[in-house]
């Protein structure tokens, strides 16, 4: 049975653009108590708002999903992108279908590395600049420097449930790292393997000769 919260993301997600007493007549209870769960969805940033001109006198906030809320029903361009996945293997030869991961990845990266001078940053910088990419598409990483090098973790992808299926999206997130810090990388750990996260290393030798 769906909660309070699931039904009112829901509605949101039918309707759009729902002002409180709209959310409160869709879900059946009173407005204080949508307003409720509507605080803890926008602090959860599943929800966000803006003020809406409705008739005559002051405007109203209407609030909607944020990018973070619409991921919450993948289902329908999951059921898509995979059906394209599949159509992709079904028809190219295997080879050919990890080049193009692999392209996307490169020419992804060429778009960034061409604002940037890279080759001037030292190699901590550089991982920064990919935590920051990786961020923007939709990857939450964090870096650490060990005794055998830099660990990358990937602490969340947005490619887990295709990968499921089609494991060579994972070529694209590995091409963009290595791409931008303009070193070979190591996979050392994979969240489509069980483990808590994807994790890559940059062996010290490699950083310091990208840096010499």
């Known amino acids: 049975m769906a909660t309070t919260r699931e039904k009112v993301l829901k509605t949101l ?4 653009r729902c002002s409180i007493n709209d959310l409160a007549e869709a879900v059946g209870i009173n407005p204080i108590s949508v307003r409720h769960h509507i605080n803890k969805l926008e602090a959860a940033s599943l929800v966000t708002s803006e003020e809406e001109k409705h ?4 405007p109203r906030l209407v609030y909607f999903l944020t990018e973070k809320g619409m991921e919450q029903f993948p289902s329908r361009y999951l059921q898509l ?33 061409s604002e ?11 991982l920064d600049l990919v935590k920051d990419l990786l961020g923007a598409e939709g990857f939450t990483m964090e870096w650490e420097h060990m005794d055998d090098g830099y660990h990358i973790r990937e602490v969340s992808c947005p490619y887990y449930h295709i990968g499921q299926s089609h494991p060579e999206v994972c070529a694209i997130d590995e091409a963009l790292i290595s791409h931008m810090l303009a070193v070979p990388i190591e996979k050392v750990k994979c969240l489509l393997d069980g483990d808590s996260y994807c994790t890559y290393i940059v062996p010290d030798s490699e950083e310091t000769e990208s840096n010499t």
């Open 55 to 58: 008739g005559v006198g002051r």
């Open 13 to 16: 997600l039918t309707r759009k």
């Open 116 to 126: 940037l001078e890279l080759e001037e940053l030292p190699i901590e910088k550089r």
């Open 81 to 113: 992108t995979v059906r394209l996945l599949k159509q992709l293997k079904e028809t190219l030869p295997k080879p050919m279908v990890g080049e193009l991961f692999t392209q996307m990845a490169d020419d992804l990266a060429a778009d960034y590395a």
